[in-house]
């Protein structure tokens, strides 16, 4: 899994994307995806990114591609279909095998199908929204394993993707550590508010004791 170790994604997995993206906004990193939102409610993903880039299919049709072969389980699958909402590149067939072998969900810049088999399976999915439209002989596969773009955030192979039900972030891999341990103290931070508010402190006392206003303000 690259530059992030299984100890660190496992770290991530208990944190929300909210706390990740304030940590990100301290460190002056763009993460947040606008726009890609769950498809089913109550699912956590965590994982490091196997990216797929698309394009538009020219005169030879080329194919939305069988790279669910080479997914190690854990994986995040990345599809930058450049935010196109025309035609589908994950459907029922690829969220039945994507759960079989372990892949811990998948993120589209575009839409999906098939929805009643991912609620059925609760397969954690992201995207712009869905559409039953195929985007076979519409688009085709460009790169495999490259940097991409998702909502406009750089996302490369084996960045983290974080995802819940408000959303996904993304996660330089050369930058997770840092960025978890700021994802950390903001959400210790929050908690602390939280009890004090349940002891009577008002919340413009409580939040002035812990910094809750510089919290995710980026460091000189």
Known sequence: MGMISKELIEKFKKMDTTSVSDALDRLGIKGGC???????????????????????????????????????????????????????????IMTVYAQKRGVAGTVIDGVCRDLPRILETRYPIFTRGRYMVTGKDRVEVDGINVPVSVSDVHVRPDDLLVGDDTGVVVVPSDRAEEVLRAALEIDEAERKILEMLARGITMREARKQLGYHQLQTKRP
Do not use: E
């Not at 965590?46 to 194919?63: D, E, L, M, N, Q």
């Open 34 to 92: 606008q726009g890609i939102l769950p498809q089913v409610s109550g699912i956590r993903m965590v994982g490091t990114a196997f990216t797929v880039r698309y394009r538009p299919c020219g005169t030879i049709k080329g194919t939305v591609g069988d790279f669910l072969d080479d997914v190690q389980p854990g994986q995040v699958v990345v599809l930058d279909n450049g935010g196109r909402m025309y035609g589908t590149v994950w459907g029922d």
